[in-house]
Nanobody, 115 residues
Framework: QVQFVESGGGLVQPGGSLRLSCTAS????????IDWYRRAPGNERELVAS???????NYVNSVKGRFTISRDNPKKMVYLQMTSLSPEDTAVYYC?????????WGQGTQVTVSS
């Protein structure tokens, strides 16, 4: 079983930056891909970025060049560095992984981009 706790969200002005953190509680954390998803009001949940166990990353086109996902396996942490934020990035951001076919989600952290 995997439990995630996200933090680092908040209110930021357009053009600003935030770093989200995700703490995992699992002995096997380092073995699995970890994802950041987001859900904006009225929208479907969207995969934003992924990082494999070896550190390979993927991003949705809308955040490429602005967001960076990283992980620290000994600390069981995943980060999402977000820059050049726009109101379209406003959403609840979630950590996710899939282990043996089961999905695990954190409770999410709210990011609001507004002037």
């Amino acid at each position: 079983q995997v439990q995630f706790v996200e933090s680092g969200g908040g209110l930021v002005q357009p053009g600003g930056s935030l770093r989200l953190s995700c703490t995992a509680s699992s002995r096997i954390f380092g073995l699995y891909q970890i994802d950041w998803y987001r859900r904006a009001p009225g929208n479907e949940r969207e995969l934003v970025a992924s990082i494999s166990s070896s550190g390979r990353t993927n991003y949705v086109n809308s955040v490429k060049g602005r967001f960076t996902i990283s992980r620290d396996n000994p600390k069981k942490m995943v980060y999402l560095q977000m820059t050049s934020l726009s109101p379209e990035d406003t959403a609840v951001y979630y950590c996710h992984t899939k282990v043996y076919g089961d999905d695990y989600w954190g409770q999410g952290t709210q990011v609001t981009v507004s002037s």
